[in-house]
């Protein structure tokens, strides 16, 4: 088999240096996820029956202000991790599962160098 057709295993981060712009892009989402309060709405989103919670759902799981739930769910929106759909008087979010793969390929590493 040749080089060319051999596919390259290694994490995005260990194939090539990252552009200055898409890394500041990945370091705003990373940095969103750095927030505890944040991580967990993901988490609840991810895990919520259907892959979508409602804004409701979100809050009773806090205890915080909705003015603050809110400002987390939209830095979380604002980076593409979360999508939303407005129903009636709620809102629903879900995850962006190609977004949350970018982030989850980044960090992985092959079997292989893991050992």
């Known amino acids: ?4 057709t051999v596919l ?7 194939r090539e240096p990252l552009r200055p712009e898409r890394a500041a892009g990945l370091a705003k989402a990373f940095k969103a996820l750095g ?3 944040r991580l967990r709405i993901v988490s609840i989103v991810a895990s919520h029956e259907g892959g979508e919670a409602c ?4 809050t009773a799981a ?7 739930i809110s400002h987390h769910l ?3 929106k604002e980076v ?3 999508t939303s759909e407005r129903r009636a008087s709620w809102v629903y ?10 982030l989850s390929s980044l960090l992985q590493l092959p079997s292989q160098a893991a050992r």
């Open 1 to 4: 088999m040749e080089p060319s």
């Open 8 to 14: 390259d295993c290694r994490s995005p981060l260990a």
């Open 35 to 37: 927030d505890p309060v």
């Open 55 to 58: 804004v409701c759902d979100l």
């Open 62 to 68: 806090f205890d915080l202000s909705q003015p603050t």
């Open 74 to 76: 939209k830095v979380l």
């Open 80 to 82: 593409g991790l979360l």
């Open 93 to 102: 979010y879900r995850i962006v599962p190609d977004r949350l793969a970018e």
